[in-house]
């Protein structure tokens, strides 16, 4: 299978709302609306409260599980074209590498690792440990069976399991059903597993490693669908499955609410819900509306094609709390941008003349077919 543009496309769009894209535009919201710019808009910048409403920054996090497991099946079906009658063994050892090599990334990206102080590090805190988790239950259902049925049971499952565990299953004392910061399963066993190794915040890991699965295997499917079924079919499939999946959202938050902390069933449903119909439009606009508009994702597919490289440049923070990125940015255009008036301009100017540099390196890369990939 061919790479899809719109997968690319998309995996670029979040990264480059991840390190910095999102703070470009916040700061022209706040230089050019003021006091005008409603509450709600600025709010969609900003993680919810625990509880509160859903907000387009939480799902930046979700998107990358599920474009993950988007592009997994093309990759799975080259491991079997290649692979001959052993391609489970040598598609095991890709799995276990890569997942290694992403929770020692996740480490050093936010659990202190580069420090070398075991007190200071903790175990599971980072994104790319959420991948690793969720491309490792998906990787295992694909190399069992590629039919679309068995990954839509397992990931059903992944999803009742998790709701029931923290709906009923009483814990140190406490009656099932909790759900509270520092008082619910998910985050109670990581307390208990991980010990001193908790990061301290209410967000949960090991168990929630079902919800991770759940979203990986969305994504599967959905790349699935796309290879099989290109053009407007896939599309109406893409926006019929997503827009269940936010239904079947709102009607389970009666019952368990969307907490993207600990990623109750219900807010894997939400997200995942949105997800897919970001997909299918991608898939829509870049796939299936000719040559001249898979041509305008050019410069997100410079970014999604180098997407672990611009995570790691921007989110792994030295000594002093810059990012690596910063550090290299800052000497080059903190002159140019000083010249701006408000400091709400200048501190735009900086952010994006900071993004457009990471562009361009990356465009030089891609240009030279360099890749950071694991």
């Known amino acids: 299978m061919n790479r899809i543009v719109s997968i690319d496309a998309l995996r670029g769009f979040d990264m480059l709302l991840l390190c910095g894209g999102a703070t470009v535009l916040h700061l022209l919201l706040q230089w050019q609306g003021g006091e005008g710019v409603p509450t709600w808009l600025m709010q969609q910048f900003r993680h919810a409260e625990w509880g509160g409403a859903f907000t387009c920054w939480d799902l930046v996090m979700p998107l990358f599980i599920f474009i993950t497991g988007a592009s997994m099946p093309f990759a799975f079906a080259k491991?079997?074209?290649?692979?001959?009658?052993?391609?489970?063994?040598?598609?095991?050892?890709?799995?276990?590498?890569?997942?290694?090599?992403?929770?020692?990334?996740?480490?050093?990206?936010?659990?202190g690792l580069a420090s070398a102080r075991p007190e200071g590090m903790s175990l599971f805190c980072n994104t790319l440990q959420a991948i690793a988790e969720g491309y490792l239950i998906a990787a295992v259902v694909l190399m069992c069976s590629p039919h679309l049925r068995v990954q839509l049971a397992v990931c059903v499952l992944c999803m009742v399991s998790y709701w029931a565990l923290l709906r009923f299953v009483p814990f140190n004392g406490q009656p099932g059903g909790l759900f509270e910061p520092h008082q619910?399963?998910?985050?109670?066993?990581?307390?208990?597993?991980?010990?001193?190794?908790?990061?301290?915040?209410?967000y949960s890991w090991i168990?929630?490693?079902?919800?991770?699965?759940?979203?990986?295997?969305?994504?599967?499917?959905?790349?699935?669908?796309?290879?099989?079924?290109?053009?407007?079919?896939?599309?109406?499939?893409l926006s019929l499955a997503g827009?269940?999946?936010?239904?079947?959202?709102?009607?389970?938050?009666?019952?368990?609410?969307?907490?993207?902390?600990?990623?109750?069933?219900?807010?894997?449903?939400?997200?995942?819900?949105?997800?897919?119909?970001?997909?299918?439009?991608?898939?829509?606009?870049?796939?299936?509306?000719?040559?001249v508009a898979a041509r305008l994702a050019y410069p997100l597919q410079v970014v999604g094609c180098n997407a672990l490289l611009a995570y790691l440049l921007t989110e792994v923070h030295g000594p002093h709390g810059h990012s690596i990125w910063w550090g290299l940015a800052h000497p080059l255009i903190y002159g140019l941008a000083g010249l701006a008036q408000p400091a709400v301009a200048a501190a735009f100017v900086h952010a994006t003349l900071s993004l457009l540099l990471l562009w361009l390196l990356l465009w030089c890369l891609y240009r030279h077919r360099v890749f950071l990939r694991v």
Not at 262 to 270: A, K, P
Request: with cysteine; charged share 15%; net charge positive.
């Open 79 to 111: 491991y079997r074209q290649k692979g001959g009658n052993a391609w489970r063994l040598r598609t095991a050892w890709r799995v276990v590498r890569r997942v290694v090599l992403l929770f020692v990334l996740g480490m050093l990206v936010q659990g």
């Open 243 to 291: 827009v269940l999946c936010l239904a079947g959202a709102a009607l389970l938050e009666r019952d368990t609410p969307l907490i993207k902390h600990i990623y109750t069933t219900t807010c894997v449903l939400w997200a995942g819900g949105w997800c897919i119909l970001l997909l299918g439009l991608f898939h829509l606009v870049f796939d299936c509306c000719g040559t």
């Open 207 to 237: 168990l929630t490693s079902l919800s991770f699965g759940a979203l990986t295997l969305m994504g599967c499917m959905c790349g699935q669908i796309i290879a099989s079924r290109r053009g407007w079919r896939a599309v109406g499939i």
């Open 184 to 202: 619910n399963l998910a985050i109670y066993l990581d307390h208990l597993l991980q010990g001193r190794w908790q990061d301290g915040t209410p």
